[in-house]
């Protein structure tokens, strides 16, 4: 199983990303996914979980209202749309493939993760 995630970059203050998640070797119908990130010198945190359906999400106050995730089980992808950049959003960005049927709150936990991909760094300067 792979996940290639993309669409990282350098924004400035207030600026938006799209981060992708495609994965292949492995159908993701049936499972919940998300996103985590990395900044330098801290621990990998969790920033967004959508159900196996899609009809679920999950988000810590840091980001919520801002950072919209979403899944399309036709294509194998994952997105998540994030507005409003801060600085402090400045990290490399990991999504995650949770195991068969996992809810978002295990993959919030990172208690149901299966699979990591490899990251995409986003950079918000001010």
């Known amino acids: 199983v792979q996940l290639q995630a993309c669409g990282g970059g350098l924004v400035q203050l207030g600026g938006s990303l799209r981060l992708s998640c495609a994965a292949s070797?492995?159908?993701?119908?049936?499972?919940?996914m998300g996103w985590f990130r990395q900044a330098p010198g801290k621990e990998r945190e969790f920033v967004a979980a959508v159900s196996w359906d899609g009809k679920s999400v999950d988000y810590p106050d840091s980001v919520k209202g801002r950072f919209t995730i979403s899944k399309d089980n036709a294509k194998n992808t994952m997105s998540m749309q994030l507005d409003g950049l801060k600085p402090e959003d400045t990290a490399v960005y990991y999504c995650?493939?949770?195991?068969?049927?996992?809810?978002?709150?295990?993959?919030?936990?990172?208690?149901?993760?299966?699979?990591w991909g490899k990251g995409t760094l986003v950079t918000v300067s001010s």
């Open positions: 995650a493939l949770g195991e068969h049927l996992t809810t978002t709150d295990s993959i919030a936990t990172n208690r149901g993760v299966d699979y």
């Open positions: 070797g492995r159908s993701i119908s049936r499972r919940a």
